[in-house]
């Protein structure tokens, strides 16, 4: 059958249709799961017919697998390239298939692949009963508790296989390094940057090669004369070069992401170009020193130092469909999240290049893991364990693999900007043997520039007060959680619910299972329907009952957006307001789902996002006004290089009619990378919330008293409820939208003086014909509410689908109109 590669068995089997699709309903259950099977049944062999001529005046050709999982043995026109058994998920391998090219240009190419060696067994414990660990390889492939388990173990050729073409010297392990002296800022002139130039060259070749490899930065281009004896290999580094006025990469919030286009080639006697390596740069430097105060590790680009706001993430497709486009939506998804980190879950893998070109992109900072897990390797007792701690504290079972698979995939991404923290695994270290070799010698060795921390919440990262390091809470929070619990001063871990909204669950969800959970305020327990629980559906407890009690999958999914936005904006906000006194930064768990999971997640599978991502995109922005609910301070974040003055601070409620009321009007300043302190005005809120709830709107104007930041918070009555919000008068929103050009839109949302608020707007941008959603697409803000007198604008950024010719936009709000708005758009 028509094979998926790269992919898995399983991306084959579903796309043959010999499988239903595991990430709707309860379908992943009538799929074969390996551990009962055997392994013979996900092996299989993958062949490919390809076009490739002898080469001629000495040239090679090399056949490169970028990753297979887990082993396999490859065949080229019948003759065995592989001496053993090629083993290793994490293992790129390349062979020199020269010799073995069909002199009529007619290749097969035949690899078998089989099955990681242990399987595990799926027993619904944290990587099921921990043996899936024995492997160098993914973990979360026998079950966790955002997923369930892949049934073939993600066995297949599931990352690139290319046919690469050079004359007699190949370069490889290119590597370079940037050193940017001092405190720099993203504006103005540049004292000069340091690069560091290296790389590998081979001549697999009987002769001996002299020529030139040079490298071309900036207009420039540095040479180096170059010898190689017949089969041979050499490490070439050149001298430092002085970059001058270099245009510095930041990230997120901070600067902009300047990359330079870098070629490293090697040219036969100075001419003949034998190979070439091009890469996007960005130069910029990484430290990091352990702030006394907060007892914790903080982090410095370009001598700045910069509060880490980040998201945890586990992988982008459970099914190993990677893609560079997906990777691009999901890396600008957690940019549009203002946050400025990326971790990668020991549970899963070093991820891809194009995720990293992604994150250069876009001024993502990446905490990469190794490959282990607390739960899997040994951190705790566990019965549903098959193996004792100290046995699964061995794991895994070659530890030269660990360390050969640590040593290719350092060298694969060592080169992008975006890098900034290695971590020896999830919650525990590597053995010692591990452990000793990366810190001691391979990182030294291969990537002296990063930070390298032992395990995720290691005592060497944070430390509280109180003892040790760890991490979370996970589940629904009292907003007081946030602002007033002083947690591990940089939590590695911490985060809330995530269901989406109904359009969402429509996507994995059969009509008869469209059942929302009823929770129990005196059991404390949700009843909760079974493929909710099956795509692990975590309790929002009394929180939607706040909203009224739901009266069906809609209503529930429509009230859920509302806690999501308040959680996750109020944990941004809570955590920023103690930045630098309690905390250098936070590591959401977690704001991306690999499949069609009910929690930890800012979008869904399908690339839509949810309430999260923008109560998200809120309480991280840059530049932000914000209310603590508890103490009723108004505060401001300044989490930019800026100091910011002459600003008027505006701050008023709404009553549920949208009759406004003027708490105070003054002016504001505040210094760059602080948080701010204005005045309480919680005796004020409390008054006017008592009976039935109230609107709070907070803003920053600037000289032409243009809104810089605001924000509107929907505070509950004397008894915690919105019961104002359950009888609000319908709003009466004017809407337009109009094409910017091919792929932009401009939506405009205007609410008359008088008027109620129009709360919570969802804006999407739909087929014409369908009604559904365009997915990816990416709104400047979204779930706004737009006070009385007011006009809003939302910019939505799209790539337009293959034959999609007609667009509109839907509009639904809280109190929106019965029948959602449609607004055509115009040219």
């Not at 459970?318 to 549009?336: C, F, G, N, P, Q």
Request: net charge neutral; charged share 20%; hydrophobic share 35%.
């Amino acid at each position: 059958m028509p094979a998926i590669v790269p992919g898995t068995v399983l991306t084959t089997l579903l796309n043959n249709q010999k499988i239903p699709d595991p990430f709707w309903g309860m379908n992943n259950e009538r799929i074969a799961d390996i551990y009962k099977t055997g392994s013979n049944y996900y092996t299989y062999w993958f062949t490919k017919d390809f076009k490739e001529l002898p080469t001629q005046n000495g040239g090679q050709v090399y056949l490169n697998f970028r990753g297979v999982n887990y082993s396999c043995d490859i065949y080229l026109n019948g003759h065995k390239l592989n001496k053993t058994i090629q083993k290793g998920m994490f293992l790129r391998f390349s062979y020199n298939i020269t010799p073995f090219l069909a002199k009529n240009g007619d290749n097969r190419l035949a690899v078998l692949v089989h099955p990681p060696d242990v399987v595990g067994n799926p027993n619904g414990g944290q990587g099921g009963d921990g043996t899936i660990a024995r492997n160098v390889g993914l973990q979360y492939t026998a079950g966790w508790d955002w997923i369930q388990p892949m049934r073939d173990r993600n066995t297949g050729i599931w990352d690139k296989v290319t046919i690469q073409k050079t004359g007699a010297v190949r370069i490889t392990d290119e590597h370079i390094v940037t050193v940017v002296s001092g405190v720099r800022l993203p504006e103005g002139a540049q004292q000069p940057a340091i690069i560091k130039v290296s790389a590998s060259l081979s001549n697999p070749t009987a002769a001996a090669v002299t020529g030139l490899l040079s490298f071309e930065l900036d207009g420039k281009t540095i040479s180096k004369s170059v010898s190689l004896k017949a089969n041979s290999i050499a490490d070439v580094s050149f001298n430092d070069y002085s970059l001058l006025n270099p245009k510095l990469w930041w990230p997120n919030g901070y600067g902009p992401q300047n990359l330079y286009n870098f070629k490293l080639k090697f040219a036969v006697n100075g001419k003949s170009v034998s190979d070439q390596q091009v890469l996007k740069i960005g130069v910029r430097q990484l430290t990091s020193d352990y702030n006394e105060h907060t007892g914790s590790r903080q982090t410095y680009v370009n001598g700045q130092k910069i509060f880490i706001k980040g998201g945890n993430w586990v992988i982008s497709d459970a099914m190993l469909r990677l893609s560079d486009t997906r990777y691009d939506a999901e890396v600008r998804y957690h940019r549009d999240m203002n946050l400025n980190l990326i971790r990668v879950w020991g549970g899963a893998m070093i991820e891809r290049p194009e995720f990293f070109e992604a994150c250069d992109k876009y001024g993502i900072l990446v905490f990469q893991d190794l490959w282990g897990s607390g739960d899997c390797n040994g951190r705790w007792q566990d019965p549903q364990k098959f193996d004792d701690q100290w046995t699964r504290r061995k794991y895994p079972d070659d530890h030269g693999l660990f360390l050969r698979s640590a040593i290719d995939q350092i060298k694969m991404v060592r080169n992008y900007a975006s890098l900034a923290i290695w971590c020896g695994g999830n919650e525990i270290t590597p053995p010692e043997d591990i452990l000793t070799a990366l810190r001691d010698t391979i990182l030294p060795k291969l990537d002296n520039t990063r930070w390298f921390v032992d395990y995720s919440n290691s005592d060497s990262m944070s430390h509280n007060e109180l003892g040790g390091n760890g991490d979370g809470p996970y589940g629904i929070q009292p907003l007081s959680v946030f602002w007033e619990h002083k947690t591990y001063p940089f939590n590695s871990e911490v985060g809330s619910v995530g269901v989406g909204d109904y359009e969402s669950l429509k996507r994995f969800i059969p009509t008869a299972n469209m059942v929302p959970p009823v929770y129990d305020e005196d059991t404390h327990k949700s009843k909760v329907d079974s493929v909710w629980d099956y795509h692990k559906y975590i309790g929002y407890d009394t929180s939607i009952n706040k909203y009224g009690k739901a009266k069906n999958a809609a209503d529930f999914a429509l009230k859920a957006q509302l806690v999501n936005y308040d959680q996750y904006r109020g944990l941004a906000e809570g955590f920023t307001s103690h930045m630098w006194d309690w905390y250098t930064g936070f590591i959401i768990w977690k704001t991306q789902n690999p499949w069609t999971a009910m929690r930890g997640q800012m979008y869904d599978y399908y690339l839509d996002p949810n309430a999260c991502l923008y109560g998200l995109h809120n309480g991280s922005a840059p530049f932000h006004i914000m209310y603590n609910p508890i103490n009723g301070m108004v505060m401001v974040a300044n989490n930019t290089f800026k100091a910011r003055r002459s600003m008027m601070m505006v701050v008023k409620t709404y009553d549920m009619e949208g009759n406004e009321k003027l708490l105070t009007q003054v002016f504001a300043d505040i210094n760059a990378t602080t948080v701010k302190k204005y005045f309480s005005i919680k005796e004020t809120i409390d008054k006017a919330a008592a009976k039935e709830g109230v609107f709070l709107s907070l803003q920053l104007l600037d000289e032409n008293k243009k809104v810089i930041t605001d924000n509107t918070y929907w505070i509950p009555d004397s008894k915690g409820a919105f019961s104002g919000l359950q009888k609000m008068k319908t709003e009466d929103l004017t809407a337009s939208a109009r094409f910017i050009k091919p792929g932009k839109v401009e939506v405009t949302l205007v609410n008359k003086e008088h008027n109620p608020l129009a709360f919570f707007n969802r804006v999407s941008l739909m087929d014409a014909d369908t009604k559904t959603r365009i997915l990816p697409a990416f709104y400047s803000d979204n779930y706004v509410t737009i006070l009385p007198g007011e006009e809003k604008k939302v910019i939505i950024d799209y790539n337009l689908p293959t034959g999609q010719k007609k667009l509109v936009v839907g509009i639904d709000g809280w109190n929106g109109p019965l029948t959602n708005r449609v607004i055509t758009i115009e040219p």
